[in-house]
């Protein structure tokens, strides 16, 4: 929708400005067309901006440069001045891009630190930690399921099950990271350039006093990026649950 916009927003731009092409600047006409591309790109995505810049540079060449009203150029001059445009929405687009991704990732790295002092808080007070931490790491990670299971003489019991439940989980399926978050080799899954999960869901050991007492389950409900950062804290977190399990059995 935006790509459309920047299209028929870039011929009224050469259609309002024909009349004066002989008397306006311009340098100023290209500023429009990128304030155009700047505008696509930064709402409508790396695609629309890219749209955008064609159509800026097409309509551009088309009512602004000679032979008018044909996409004929007969002047290095203007073939530069066309390829310039195009090249700079290029880079506009791709550099809006890279912004939203840092300011996602960012506000990303917050909300997890955040949900981490939140499960800290909980388990100083003896409060419901799996709970806390299951359902903080489900809006996280945009997670179809998030479990908690804990030995029991009978196998595993599983304390906390948030979203859909069945079917029943399958530990071996399931890809296992290690104690800082890590996903071994073999398991990585790159999209766009950044870490996401394995979409079968991954398994953390919860571990006090260097004992196993458990897993916390997470099942990813789509490709939400993962990076270091976010996955050191959900490791993070399964410490504070396992800790949390073991004080609360002791007293």
């Known amino acids: 929708m935006w790509a459309l ?8 731009i050469g259609l309002l400005i024909e ?4 008397t306006i600047g311009l340098e100023n006409v290209v500023i429009l067309y990128l304030l155009v591309v700047v505008a696509a790109a930064a709402i409508g995505g790396r695609a629309a901006g890219i749209v955008a810049a064609l159509s800026a540079a097409l309509a551009y060449d088309y009512f602004l440069t000679t032979p008018y009203h044909t996409l004929v150029i007969d002047t290095l001059a203007q073939v530069i001045t066309v390829a310039l445009l195009f090249a700079t929405g290029i880079v506009v687009s791709i550099g809006g891009r890279v912004r939203r991704r840092s300011a996602a990732a960012a506000e990303a790295h917050a909300d997890a630190i955040r949900l981490l002092h939140r499960v800290t808080e909980t388990a100083a007070a003896g409060g419901a930690v799996d709970r806390v931490a299951a359902q903080g790491l489900q809006r996280l990670l945009a997670a179809r399921r998030v479990s908690v299971l804990r030995r029991s003489p009978d196998g595993f019991a599983v304390t906390v ?3 859909e439940t069945q079917p029943p989980l399958d530990l071996e399926a399931l890809t296992h990271l290690d104690r800082e978050g890590r996903i071994p080799p073999g398991h990585h899954r790159i999209l766009d350039g950044v870490m996401v999960l394995p979409l079968e869901g991954v398994a953390l050991d919860l ?3 260097q004992q196993p007492i458990g897993y916390l389950v997470v099942i990813p409900g789509r490709d939400v990026p993962a990076d270091r950062t976010i996955r050191l804290a959900v490791a993070a977190m399964a410490n504070e649950v396992a800790v949390a399990a073991t004080e609360q059995s002791q007293r």
């Open 5 to 12: 916009g920047a299209f028929v927003a870039s011929l009224l």
């Open 207 to 209: 571990v006090a006093r």
């Open 19 to 22: 009349p004066f092409r002989g």
């Open 161 to 163: 099950d948030i979203g």
